[in-house]
């Protein structure tokens, strides 16, 4: 009689906890991609809020000193707790990444649908100029511009951002060809439809998984360029620190053998890459036709 009591009623949904499990059972690949983004981002965003010490204090008594329970991830050269700078680093890492990496999501899609839905001479002429874009190194070209100019988040914000863009505005330019010709956008041609509202109300509506699998990958890109430049010393400048500035000073005390200032930065780069790299796949696939 218990039994019957404390069963749910026929056709009532399963539990909150059951349908996660069940979501994340069909589509593994996206539910790791998930929450390996979730964590990047409370590293990035949440976690420096939540730990108290200062990490640009420095304590010259415990320099080089592997993680323990004062330092749980040990401290650097100079005695800063190494993961208050991690944390730190993420701050500063997604603050410069994510607004680049939106840049140039907007900036390909918008300059895709001006050469798809554009007159052919001038759809010619902005494809090849895409071309000569596309032939240049992006990591050479990010070098040279970030040698020339003041190097802020702003200013990186903006390189990061405005060399990104054109391999999504090929993509978006090619799909716009293809969806020029299809009896929707005809029809709203015929009935004195404009250009803007066509690309708003029925191509990126069309293209929308595709941009958001693009979107994805994008950003793993932007942390990706982000962290070789600060490798580089031409990234975020001191005394703010990245995933990348702070790998490049554990690796030049390699010879000391601090695996503690080398693995955990070099880790999060990765995982923000395969963060990305699982999310795109699982949304693709979540499109994918029959699924």
């Known amino acids: ?138 990591l050479i070209v990010l070098i040279f511009f970030a040698a020339l100019v003041t190097l802020n988040d702003t200013s990186l914000i903006l390189l990061l951002g405005l060399i990104s863009w054109p391999g999504l505005a090929r993509l978006v330019r090619n799909e716009t060809r293809a969806q020029r010709g299809r009896d929707f956008v005809l029809a709203a041609e015929q009935m004195g439809a404009g250009r803007f509202y066509i690309a708003r109300a029925h191509l990126l509506r069309v293209m929308a998984p595709v941009l958001v699998v693009n979107g994805t990958f994008m950003i793993g890109d932007a942390i990706f360029a982000l962290s070789a430049l600060s490798f580089l010393g031409l990234g975020v400048q001191p005394p703010q620190v990245s995933w990348g500035s702070l790998l490049e000073s554990g690796l030049n005390l390699i010879a000391l053998d601090p695996w503690w200032l080398i693995l955990p930065p070099g880790l999060l780069v990765f995982m923000s890459l395969l963060a990305a790299s699982l999310t795109g796949q699982g949304l693709l696939r979540r499109w994918e036709p029959g699924r």
């Open 1 to 138: 009689m218990s039994d019957r009591i404390l069963a749910p009623p026929p056709g009532l949904p399963a539990a909150p906890l059951g349908r996660a499990i069940a979501w994340m059972t069909r589509r593994p690949t996206l539910a790791v991609g998930l929450c390996l983004a979730g964590l990047i981002l409370f590293i990035g965003f949440i976690a420096p809020f939540l730990y108290p010490p200062d990490p640009f204090a420095i304590h010259p008594d415990h320099a080089l000193e592997p993680p323990s329970w004062a330092f749980p991830l040990g401290t650097d050269e100079l005695g800063r707790d190494e993961l208050g700078l991690l944390l730190s680093g993420g701050l500063a890492t997604m603050v410069v990444a994510l607004p680049a990496a939106v840049l140039a999501f907007v900036t390909g899609i918008a300059y895709g649908l001006a050469a798809g839905l554009g007159p052919t001479w001038a759809d010619r002429l902005m494809m090849r100029l895409l071309d000569a874009i596309l032939a240049l190194p992006s």
